[in-house]
């Protein structure tokens, strides 16, 4: 299965994908190309650090969403993408990519989601004041951060956390969950029946996590 990651940050979860594809721990998923939206992320530094094949396409240079959604599905389709995920991508995908791959694009939000949609969650999560919060990898659909859910990792508030040591705990289920999950995938693991995904084989974490 070829995976297409797109980014736009710093690239951390596209490192664990790259740590774990070097391991030979994703399965059938090969890593087959990276895409970015910021010239000089540190994404892509990490992407041809790592050998991969890559592509940048400005949002800037283009006149409108939909043409860059064009160049966009085009060079997924160039690179023959079965499965995209999208690892701190920031740009919002347009239906027609939603079309051609249809549960075939996973994100990774920073939160437990429907909680804390958009960006700054953890700021959202601090604001709110509760006591967990976590990361989600879901498939994307045409909401905000809101399609059906594939896994979940929860992780505590402490009292004295700020925006970064909250982050922190978080990115640290981040890399463990998406590679995890898009093993999962590319096995042909995850059913999903409604708007419930399930991962056969997963194993049980049997502990419930609380806060007091
Ligand atoms: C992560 O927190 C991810 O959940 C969110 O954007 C951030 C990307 O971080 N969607 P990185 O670029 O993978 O380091």
């Known amino acids: 299965m070829n995976v297409g990651v797109l980014a736009s940050g710093s690239g951390t979860n596209l490192q664990a994908l790259i740590d774990r594809a070097a ?40 006149k409108n969403r939909n043409s860059f959604d064009q160049a966009l599905l085009a060079a997924l389709r160039a690179r023959q993408v079965d499965l995209v995920v999208l690892a701190g991508f920031m740009r919002i995908l347009g239906p027609e990519i939603l079309a051609a791959f249809p549960q075939r694009i996973l994100n990774i939000h920073p939160a437990l989601t429907p909680a804390f949609p958009g960006v700054h969650s953890q700021r959202q999560a601090l604001d709110f004041g509760v006591k967990v919060t976590g990361c989600t990898v879901h498939f994307v659909d045409n909401t905000v951060d809101a399609g059906i859910v594939i896994a979940q990792a929860a992780v505590p508030v402490l009292d004295d956390d700020d925006e970064e040591t909250l982050r922190a705990r978080v990115l640290a289920e981040e890399h463990r969950l998406l590679p995890a999950v898009v093993r999962a995938v590319a096995e042909k693991r995850v059913v999903v029946e409604g708007r419930r995904a399930r991962v056969l084989g997963a194993k049980p974490v049997g502990e419930v996590l609380r806060s007091l």
């Open 23 to 62: 391991r030979n721990e994703l399965g059938p998923a090969r890593l087959t190309v990276v895409g970015v939206n910021v010239p000089d992320c540190v994404a892509l530094a990490r992407a041809k650090a790592a050998a991969l094949q890559t592509f940048v396409l400005d949002h800037r240079d283009f």
